[in-house]
Every structure is written in structure tokens, then in C-alpha cells.
């Protein structure tokens, strides 16, 4: 119980922080030649499992500080630790998806937006 609580708390400090930026639509229709089916809900849902996951082991990240290139070698690594160090699968291959076309499609986003 005492886990998931500070998982909770620090999904709601991370939600706060404005490192994690919230997609917004245009950022969504940059990206709709390389991901036509890619919606803003999906966007969200990213962001949520990026809190959620990546701020359980380090202090999370700007997607801004990483390429799409970066991103797409730090993600697949970071999911396969984690699952190697939970000895069970923690995200599986939708939510790994998921986290990393949010970051990717965020990185990409100005530098002023924020929340």
C-alpha cells in the first residue's frame, strides 16, 4: 500500500513539474505524416506512463533534451531495465509505445510551451 501511495504522490509532483509538457493537438498534427492514427488522447496517455514509470527510478526528463533519434535507443533500454530489474514484465510493448511517441512527438515541441 505504502508503494503505491508514493507512486501516486510522485506521479502527481511529476504531473506538476514543467518538464512534462501536455500535448496539445499541433503537436499531435506535426507528427500525423509519420503516425496518421496517433490521436491527443494517445498523446496523454504517453505523458501519464511517462510520469508514471520514469519517474519511479530518476528525476524525468525534458523530451526536449533528447533527440527523436536519442529517444528512440533510451526508451526500448530504459523499459528492458526496468523490466530486467522487476524481474517481470512492469510495461509491456503498448505502454513502451506509448511513452516513447509521446517523448518523441513532444521533442520536437517549442521551447516555451510548458504544461
Known amino acids: 500500500m505504502?508503494?503505491?501511495?508514493?507512486?501516486?504522490?510522485?506521479?502527481?509532483?511529476a504531473?506538476?513539474?514543467?518538464?512534462?509538457?501536455m500535448p496539445k493537438q499541433a503537436n499531435i498534427d506535426n507528427i500525423a505524416t509519420k503516425h496518421p492514427d496517433y490521436t491527443l488522447a494517445d498523446a496523454k496517455e504517453g505523458r501519464s506512463l511517462y510520469i508514471q514509470h520514469?519517474?519511479?527510478?530518476?528525476?524525468?526528463?525534458?523530451?526536449?533534451?533528447?533527440?527523436?533519434?536519442?529517444w528512440?535507443?533510451?526508451?526500448p533500454a530504459m523499459v528492458k531495465k526496468t523490466n530486467k530489474k522487476a524481474g517481470k514484465?512492469?510495461?509491456?510493448?503498448?505502454?513502451?509505445?506509448?511513452?516513447?511517441?509521446?517523448?518523441?512527438?513532444?521533442?520536437a515541441a517549442p521551447a516555451g510551451d510548458k504544461k
Not at 2 to 13: F, Q, R
Not at 15 to 21: A, D, E, L, N
Not at 54 to 70: I, M, S, V, W, Y
Open 2 to 13: 505504502k508503494k503505491i501511495i508514493a507512486v501516486l504522490i510522485l506521479g502527481v509532483m
Open 15 to 21: 504531473s506538476c513539474s514543467p518538464k512534462v509538457i
Open 54 to 70: 520514469c519517474a519511479t527510478c530518476h528525476g524525468l526528463k525534458r523530451p526536449q533534451d533528447f533527440t527523436e533519434e536519442k
Open 72 to 75: 528512440n535507443v533510451l526508451v
Open 89 to 107: 514484465e512492469v510495461v509491456d510493448a503498448a505502454s513502451s509505445d506509448k511513452i516513447l511517441k509521446y517523448v518523441v512527438t513532444m521533442c
